[in-house]
Every structure is written in C-alpha cells, then in structure tokens.
C-alpha cells in the first residue's frame, strides 16, 4: 500500500521560512516527486518537481528563487524549503508520487499517488 505523509505546514509571518517533508512508503521503481497546493476557491497548482536522481527540478515561475524541491531517497522522503514566503503562498501544500517517473514533470495528471496535505499560512 503506497502512502505519503506530509508535515512541517504551520502558520509563519510573511519573510520567514518553513521546510515541508514528505515520506513516501510503498512505492517502487524509480518515481517522481511533486508538491502542489491549492489556495481556497483555486484550482490545484503545481509547484516543484523532482526526478529520482535529483538532477532534474522544475518550479513555477511564482517560487523560482524562493524554494527549493529536494529528496533522500535513503529516507524515501521529499523536501520542498520555502524561503521569503508571501501571503500569496498560503494553501494546503500536497506531495505526489509519479510512479512512472517521467522527469521532474509538473503534470497534476500523470501523478498517481497523493499525500493528505499540509496547510501553510503567511501572514502579512
């Protein structure tokens, strides 16, 4: 049974800094990894991805600069370190697995597995 467990959300003021972890069980073969976040009222956007190497990362264009994907795959944990957050960063923050690896994609469909989510708020 595949399951990913976020944690580290919590409520910052804007300038400051949190670090999301994801642990992923369950899961073979060599997967990529996202996170994505959805504020209330908006559709699911994505946010960074991973390939199993590490060599490979992709951002939106809105974080470039701000945060930063990484993974262990010893721990088979994800990583997102968000740095000058802004209130606009605010959202439940997912992490998704693609088990069909395709590099470091930021395509919300070809993700299979999903974690529960973690909610980030930045206070202005």
């Known amino acids: 049974q595949v399951r990913l467990v976020e944690s580290g959300g919590g409520l910052v003021q804007a300038g400051g800094s949190l670090r999301l972890s994801c642990a992923a069980s369950?899961?073979?073969?060599?997967?990529?990894m996202g996170w994505f976040r959805q504020a209330p009222g908006k559709e699911r956007e994505s946010v960074a991805a991973?390939?199993?190497?590490?060599?490979?990362?992709n951002y939106v264009d809105s974080v470039k600069g701000r945060f930063t994907i990484s993974r262990d795959n010893a721990k088979n944990t994800v990583y997102l370190q968000m740095n000058s957050l802004k209130p606009e960063d605010t959202a439940v923050y997912y992490c998704?697995?693609?088990?069909?690896?395709?590099?470091?994609?930021?395509?919300?469909?070809?993700?299979?597995?999903w974690g529960q989510g973690t909610q980030v708020t930045v206070s202005s």
């Open positions: 998704a697995a693609d088990a069909g690896g395709t590099t470091a994609t930021m395509n919300v469909w070809v993700y299979d597995y």
């Open positions: 369950g899961i073979l073969g060599r997967y990529t």
């Open positions: 991973i390939s199993w190497s590490g060599g490979n990362t």
